[in-house]
C-alpha cells in the first residue's frame, strides 16, 4: 500500500504548484513554492503509483533516462527494461520526451499501464519555466496512458537516492555536474549545472576538454602542452591535426569530449603532471559546487550529510579521493557519505513521500 505520507505529499505538492504557476524562481531558490523546478539538470527520473484500490500488483514503476538512455523497472521486482534517451525538451518537444520515456515503460512485464495510475517524473533540461510542465503532462498522459503527472528535477531524485531521502549535499557529476543541497526544513539551493559551455565545472566533459586543450597544446608547441595526451588523443581519434574537425562533426560533441576524460585517467595514472593536476583541479571545482550549494541553502555550519552521485565520481584514487579531502577542508563539519542508491531508487523515495523534498515537486497538469 502507499503510505497516507504519500498520498498527503502529493497533494500538498500539487496544490502549491497550481497556486504558484505563474510564479518566476527567485535568486536565492529559498524554500520557494512548488514552481521553483530546477532549470538545468541531467536525465530523466519517473515513478508511476497504482491506486490502493486495485489488484494487488507492484504498487510503483520507476524510469531512470538520460541523454544516452532509459532504464525501467517496478519497484517491487527485478527485472529492467531499456529504452532510448531523453532528448532536451527545447530542442525536439515534448512528444519527443514522451516517446523516450515510453521507449522504457513498454519494455516492462504488467503494461499498459492501468487506469487511475499517477507519474512522477524527474526531467533535465525540458523546460525554462514553470509553465511548460503543463505541456510536457500533457503529453505523458496521452503516450502513456497515465492519469496525474507529477514533476521534479532529476536532481532531486538523485539527492533523494544518495541520502536516502535525507537532508544534506549531492554533488551529481558525470558528463555535467551540478550540486544540490536541501535542508531539514525544506531550505534548498542548487549550483552549477549550467552546461557545458558556461559551467559543469569538474565534470567529465570539463577534464575531457581540457585534456585535449593539453595536447593540442603539445601539438603546437605552447605551453601548458602534454606528449602523453597528445598521443592518447591520437590513439582515440586519429591524427592531431584532424582532432577537432572530428570532436565538431560528433553528433554528440560533450559527450565526445566527455569520453576523453577516461584516457586522460589512463595518463594521470601513468604520471603525466599535466594529466594528474586537470583531475586534481576537477576534484576542487567539484568540492567548491558542493560548498556553494550548501552556502546558498543557508546551511555550512549544519549541512549534516554529503555524498555524490554519476560514474565520474567512481575514479576513486584520482577524484573520490580528493573530492572528499576537499569537501572536508572546505565544510569541517560534513559527514561525507557513499551514496545510499541511485537516482532509480531516489524516485521510489519521492514516490512515497519525502518531506525535505516536497517544495521540489511541481503539477504537471495542464
Known amino acids: 500500500m502507499v503510505s497516507s505520507r504519500a498520498r498527503s505529499t502529493h497533494r500538498v505538492s500539487t496544490a ?40 494487488m500488483r507492484p504498487l510503483v514503476l520507476i524510469v531512470d533516462g538520460g541523454a544516452t538512455g532509459t532504464r525501467a523497472r517496478w519497484l517491487e521486482g527485478d527485472q529492467r527494461a531499456e529504452g532510448t534517451g531523453v532528448p532536451h525538451v527545447s530542442a525536439a518537444g515534448e512528444q519527443a520526451v514522451a516517446e523516450a520515456v515510453a521507449s522504457a515503460v513498454e519494455g516492462l512485464p504488467d503494461v499498459p499501464v492501468p487506469d487511475g495510475t499517477t507519474l512522477v517524473a524527474g526531467l533535465t533540461g525540458l523546460f525554462e519555466t514553470p509553465e511548460a510542465a503543463g505541456g510536457l503532462g500533457d503529453a505523458l498522459r496521452a503516450r502513456i496512458g497515465v492519469e496525474t503527472v507529477v514533476l521534479t528535477g532529476d536532481v532531486v531524485t538523485a539527492h533523494a537516492g544518495a541520502l536516502g531521502g535525507a537532508s544534506g549535499v549531492v554533488v551529481a557529476a558525470g558528463t555535467g555536474s551540478v550540486a544540490l543541497a536541501v535542508g531539514d526544513d525544506g531550505t534548498w539551493a542548487r549550483a552549477d549545472g549550467w552546461g557545458a559551455l558556461l559551467g559543469d565545472a569538474g565534470s567529465g566533459h570539463w577534464i575531457g576538454r581540457r585534456a585535449l586543450e593539453a595536447a593540442l597544446r603539445w601539438y603546437d608547441g605552447r605551453a601548458g602542452g602534454s606528449q602523453a595526451l597528445a598521443a592518447s588523443a591520437q590513439e582515440r581519434y586519429g591524427p592531431l591535426g584532424g582532432v577537432a574537425s572530428r570532436v565538431y562533426a560528433a553528433s554528440a560533441p560533450v559527450r565526445e569530449i566527455a569520453a576523453f576524460a577516461r584516457d586522460a585517467a589512463e595518463v594521470a595514472r601513468a604520471g603525466d603532471e599535466v594529466a ?16 556553494a550549494a550548501a552556502r546558498r541553502a543557508g546551511s555550512t555550519e549544519g549541512i549534516g550529510r554529503v555524498s555524490w552521485t554519476g560514474g565520474l565520481l567512481d575514479v576513486a584514487d584520482l577524484l573520490g579521493a ?3 579531502e576537499a569537501v572536508s577542508a572546505r565544510l569541517p563539519g560534513a559527514r561525507i557519505v557513499a551514496p545510499l542508491g541511485d537516482p532509480l531508487d531516489g524516485a521510489g523515495v519521492i514516490a512515497r513521500g519525502s518531506a525535505v523534498h516536497e517544495p521540489l515537486v511541481l503539477t504537471g497538469d495542464g
Open 16 to 55: 502549491r504548484s497550481r497556486r504558484s504557476a505563474r510564479g518566476v524562481p527567485s535568486a536565492d531558490h529559498r524554500r520557494g513554492p512548488a514552481t521553483r523546478l530546477l532549470a538545468r539538470l541531467l536525465g530523466l527520473h519517473v515513478v508511476l503509483r497504482l491506486p490502493e484500490d486495485r489488484p
Open 276 to 291: 594528474r593536476s586537470i583531475w586534481s583541479s576537477a576534484a576542487e571545482e567539484l568540492a567548491e559546487t558542493a560548498t
Open 322 to 324: 580528493p573530492f572528499r
